[in-house]
T-cell receptor, first 117, second 116 residues
Framework: DTGVSQDPRHKITKRGQNVTFRCDPI?????LYWYRQTLGQGPEFLTY????????KSRLLSDRFSAERPKGSFSTLEIQRTEQGDSAMYLC???????????????FGQGTRLTVV | GENVEQHPSTLSVQEGDSAVIKCTYS??????FPWYKQELGKRPQLIID?????GEKKDQRIAVTLNKTAKHFSLHITETQPEDSAVYFC???????????????FGQGTILTVHP
């Protein structure tokens, strides 16, 4: 089955608080990607994992952001000392092959919408 | 890094008309060109893609054309329907080989509105 579950779907937090999001692929997938999407913009790449190894971080991922994938299955993204500029949709994606009409594609989860007040 | 420019930012058409969205990229090494559709509050969903070894690909009412020399590719939707209303994003790979399916640079998006 193809799918990515993200939790929570919505999060409202006060500025300065820490938040953690979770991404759970339904089945095993080697590669897992995190993106951020602000209102009216396209998704922006943040980081990705090959199994449990974090292979790349974009310059958007400041020191307040940390991502983990401890067992190579689910992944977490933590933001410390949140700022209003962190308000966005945080999307997780996996690579799926052989489903539907596409040979290979990046399949996105429904995302976690973060609002920092 | 890769620059991706998408135009127009908004597009309004009457039901049954055609819609065309264009995406220009900077890295000539890019070899994979997907288009995603995102409805309000939902996840981006791949609707069509093309590899650099072909110039055009069609799937029912949706087609993508690629001009590698000019470094642009376009999404064509024919016989538009109200349910085509959404935001459409082009994307290109960010990796040096231009083939990554998951590490992508997205365009700014086009809001398509199809009026009944």
């Amino acid at each position: 089955d193809t799918g990515v579950s993200q939790d929570p779907r919505h999060k409202i937090t006060k500025r300065g608080q820490n938040v953690t999001f979770r991404c759970d692929p339904i089945s095993e997938h080697n590669r897992l990607y995190w993106y951020r999407q602000t209102l009216g913009q396209g998704p922006e790449f943040l980081t990705y994992f090959q199994n449990e190894a974090q292979l790349e971080k974009s310059r958007l991922l400041s020191d307040r952001f940390s991502a983990e994938r401890p067992k190579g299955s689910f992944s977490t993204l933590e933001i410390q000392r949140t700022e209003q500029g962190d308000s966005a949709m945080y999307l997780c994606a996996i690579i799926v092959s052989g489903t539907g009409i596409f040979g290979t594609e990046a399949f996105f989860g429904q995302g976690t919408r973060l609002t920092v007040v | 890094g890769e620059n991706v420019e998408q135009h127009p930012s908004t597009l309004s058409v009457q039901e049954g008309d055609s819609a065309v969205i264009k995406c220009t990229y900077s890295d000539s090494a890019s070899n994979y060109f997907p288009w995603y559709k995102q409805e309000l509050g939902k996840r981006p969903q791949l609707i069509i893609d093309i590899r650099s070894n072909v110039g055009e690909k069609k799937d029912q009412r949706i087609a993508v054309t690629l001009n590698k020399t000019a470094k642009h590719f376009s999404l064509h939707i024919t016989e538009t329907q109200p349910e085509d209303s959404a935001v459409y994003f082009c994307a290109v790979p960010r990796d040096a080989g231009g083939t990554s399916y998951g590490k992508l640079t997205f365009g700014q998006g086009t809001i398509l509105t199809v009026h009944p």
